[in-house]
């Protein structure tokens, strides 16, 4: 199976823009079956006021954004998770949406919101899910998510092999700690990280790229640079992350200990 990330730098309010960069790199890019992109991939981070959310943000499904993702899954007989600014009724939600050849899949909406976000989005309130694609289960999550390790253990145990995290990241940490997170439950993850200074006035937030491929073995498969727009695929096997055992007495899930866990919940 081929999965990989496409980072850039998303034009802020200009969503006509990201679209026209979307196509024309994954039009040319060589085949995947699974490519991740960018948090707010539609319409750029640094709010300063609703108005301007109010600009871009889109219905899903049926906004334009995704109805392109949608077109682009099609030609490439591919899926492709994205993040998008969603609107629903008067609310936003920081979402990432799942598109394949059949169309649209579903929508994750941001559970854990960072910093400035708290004023403009609403937090997520759609359950984790885990989602079958034919050649691999996929699960989403979004930037700030990777901080709470809680995320991507729900996921992997309902079944994801793949993890897709659309990212904003201006924090250093997320890169090494996704390594973490891919070991201790045994599954691929895709970080899809922009690059770029972002300005709105007296607001400016520089993001760390470095967009990676991690390995249940906790390997890096493939890194971007901090500064420059790439795409990255690699060739994996996702059986890999089907398999949970460290050693013959030892499982990553068999041997968690749920009854001293109370205090999670």
Not at 203 to 208: M, P, V
Request: with cysteine; proline share 4%; net charge negative.
């Amino acid at each position: 199976m081929k999965i990989g990330f496409f980072q850039f730098e998303p034009k802020f309010l200009d969503v006509e823009e990201n679209i026209n960069q979307i196509i024309s790199e994954l039009e040319k890019s060589q085949t995947f079956d699974l490519i991740v992109l960018p948090e707010l991939a539609n319409s750029g981070y640094l709010f300063k006021k609703k108005e301007e959310l109010e600009q871009v943000a889109e219905e899903i499904p049926g906004g334009t954004f995704v109805s392109h993702l949608e077109s682009i899954c099609k030609s490439k007989n591919a899926y492709i998770v994205a993040g998008v600014a969603e609107k629903k009724g008067s609310i936003f939600f920081n979402s990432s949406v799942l598109v394949g050849p059949e169309g649209y899949v579903s929508t994750y909406r941001k559970l854990h919101l960072f910093d400035r976000e708290k004023l403009f989005f609403e937090p997520g309130n759609k359950p984790l899910e885990v989602y079958d694609i034919g050649k691999a289960k996929v699960g989403l999550m979004i930037c700030f998510d990777w901080i709470f390790p809680e995320t991507v253990r729900v996921l992997a145990l309902k079944g994801a092999e793949i993890i897709c995290h659309s990212a904003n990241l201006v924090l250093p940490y997320s890169q090494t700690a996704m390594l973490a997170r891919s070991v201790e439950n045994a599954v691929f993850t895709i970080t899809a990280n922009r690059i770029g200074t972002e300005k709105n006035d007296e607001l400016i937030l520089s993001f760390t790229g470095q967009s990676q491929i991690t390995s249940p073995k906790m390997k890096t498969l493939a890194k971007a640079e901090k500064d420059t727009i790439e795409i990255k695929i690699v060739e994996i096997d996702p059986e890999l992350a089907k398999n949970k055992w460290i050693n013959e007495r030892n499982n990553l899930f068999e041997d968690r200990r749920v009854d001293y866990y109370a205090i999670l919940t």
